[in-house]
């Protein structure tokens, strides 16, 4: 089966570092991605892992450990627009030819100030 | 602005109404995807088109229909709809649905549905 966990809410202060962790079960793992979503809007997407280790980008870094089905997004010096819900999601072709994306029901952070 | 447009942004209806969903993306992609956001729970796939042919029907009820007349556009047409499909409906769409980092989806605003 398939199954994505990961903490319903977090808070977290301004200026500080906060860790969003993404635990994951699938049988077909092809790539995990993170994506930000503020209230009422689209969710855009942040990072993407393939391969075990931490991708980087500017103040937020995703890290993947394939083995443990373990994924973490970090987010740097927070700042008041950080507060979105942040949606863990997972690739996979489990049972078909098409690459599906199985998602978390998503973190919902609050930055306070 | 993320290139992909939906219409309309909210929408309310009764059970015996019909209505469309309309999507739009500007992006040059070939595969396009509905998705389901329900409160506290996790966005869920309904359909994927790629270059205009459905490729995935997620156990979706009959009364949820989509048409995607080329690779541009994708419309959810529902009808006999219950308030238990009441729901934030997002479109996607992306560059494939093969192996790659290109597969990052691009979403639209959505359209909030509230059936009485």
């Known amino acids: 089966g398939q199954n994505i966990d990961q903490p319903t809410e977090m808070t977290a202060t301004e200026g500080a570092i906060v860790q969003i962790n993404c635990t994951y079960q699938?049988?077909?793992?092809?790539?995990l991605f993170w994506y930000q979503q503020h209230a009422g809007e689209a969710p855009t997407f942040l990072s993407y892992n393939v391969l075990d280790g931490l991708e980087e980008k500017g103040r937020f870094s995703s890290f993947l450990s394939r083995s443990k089905g373990y994924s973490y997004l970090l987010l740097k010096e927070l700042q008041m627009k950080d507060s979105a819900s942040y949606l863990c999601a997972v690739r996979d072709h489990e049972g078909g030819a098409t690459n599906k994306l199985i998602f978390g029901t998503g973190t919902l952070l609050a930055v306070q100030p | 602005e993320t290139g992909v447009t939906q219409t309309p942004r909210h929408l309310v209806m009764g059970m015996t109404n019909k209505k469309s969903l309309k999507c739009e993306q500007h992006?040059?992609?070939?595969?396009m995807y509905w998705y389901k956001q329900s409160a506290k729970k996790p966005l869920e796939l309904m359909f994927v088109y790629n270059f205009k042919e459905q490729t995935e029907n997620n156990s979706v009820p009959s009364r949820f229909s989509p048409e995607c007349p080329n690779s541009s556009h994708l419309f959810l047409h529902l009808h006999t709809l219950q308030p238990e499909d009441s729901a934030l409906y997002l479109c996607?769409?992306?560059?494939?649905?093969?192996?790659?980092?290109?597969?990052?989806?691009?979403f639209g605003s959505g359209t909030q549905l509230s059936v009485l």
């Open positions: 699938t049988s077909g793992f092809n790539g």
């Open positions: 996607a769409s992306s560059q494939d649905v093969q192996d790659s980092d290109l597969e990052k989806l691009f």
């Open positions: 992006l040059g992609h070939n595969a």
